[in-house]
């Protein structure tokens, strides 16, 4: 599946009220996912977690 191989490599490194912050493997996959996938990914957040208001996405540090 290209989403699991895509979503498998953003760990999640911080959840906190309204906002969830995940890791990319890169500075390429983390553009990427902002700019392909960031809608679907808040979407399936809030369903989780209604209080999640925000997703962002980074590289690794």
Same mark, same amino acid.
């Given at each position: $599946? #290209?989403?699991? &191989?895509? %979503?498998?490599? #953003?760990?999640? $490194? =911080? *959840?906190? =009220? /309204?906002?969830? !912050? #995940? &890791? &990319? +493997?890169? !500075? %390429?996959? &983390?553009?990427?996912?902002? !700019? *392909?996938? #960031? +809608?679907?990914?808040?979407? =399936?957040?809030?369903?989780?977690?209604? /209080?999640?208001?925000? =997703?962002?996405? /980074? +590289? $690794?540090?």
């Amino acid at each position: $599946m #290209l989403a699991k &191989a895509w %979503f498998g490599q #953003l760990p999640e $490194m =911080v *959840h906190e =009220v /309204g906002r969830v !912050t #995940l &890791a &990319a +493997p890169s !500075t %390429f996959v &983390a553009a990427d996912v902002r !700019t *392909h996938f #960031l +809608p679907q990914l808040l979407r =399936v957040y809030a369903e989780i977690d209604p /209080g999640v208001r925000r =997703v962002e996405v /980074g +590289p $690794m540090a």
